[in-house]
């Protein structure tokens, strides 16, 4: 039996994750030109009156589709291919697998809480009736935007670890790396 190098596994793991990036981002782009035609569902799923379903898919659907395509469809998918095309030059790596894991998780988590704390500023600051950006609209988001915050501190995280491990094999000499297997 054959094992597969750890920079074949990180980079199968980061390409079925960006996978399902791509099929949120999807959904996202499919539900801005449906929001009138689907715009009680959109009211009931999100927990808004009908009325605020045109201001929330403005400012905040349109954000969480862009962050979720780039930042979890292509930027996840890149570094899976990041990962494999490194070992594959230098005919080695020097990635560590909980560092792999470690960066895996926190991009995944991070995009997922990006998304999720978008929304939730959207659900819990439309309603008032501020427009976005004003001290008013900003004090009633404030509680729920710390969640955009830890997700964006989670990507952080993500890429110093991607940057650490890939990073290190390329500058590595030959020497120094742990050979492919498989």
Do not use: D
């Not at 395509?69 to 930027?75: D, F, Y």
């Not at 899976?80 to 998780?105: D, M």
């Amino acid at each position: 039996m054959t094992q597969t190098s750890l920079g074949k596994t990180t980079a199968i793991r980061f390409m079925l994750a960006s996978m399902l990036f791509f099929a949120m981002g999807t959904i996202e782009g499919l539900m801005h030109p449906t929001k009138f035609a689907f715009q009680e569902f959109y009211a009931f799923a999100l927990g808004l009156e009908p009325r605020h379903i045109k201001p929330f898919f403005g400012n905040f659907v349109s954000k969480i589709h862009v962050h979720v395509a780039l930042v979890g469809w292509a930027t996840t998918g890149l570094m899976g291919l990041f990962y494999f095309a490194a070992e594959a030059v230098k005919g080695g790596n020097r990635y560590r697998a909980p560092l792999c894991l470690g960066n895996l998780v926190l991009q995944v988590m991070g995009v997922l809480t990006l998304a999720i704390g978008f929304h939730l500023v959207g659900v819990v600051a439309i309603p008032s009736g501020f427009s976005e950006g004003s001290p008013e609209f900003r004090a009633i988001a404030g509680g729920v935007k710390q969640v955009v915050v830890v997700g964006g501190a989670m990507l952080l995280v993500s890429c110093l670890l991607f940057i650490h491990n890939v990073g290190k094999t390329l500058l590595s000499p030959s020497e120094k790396l742990t050979q492919q297997t498989g």
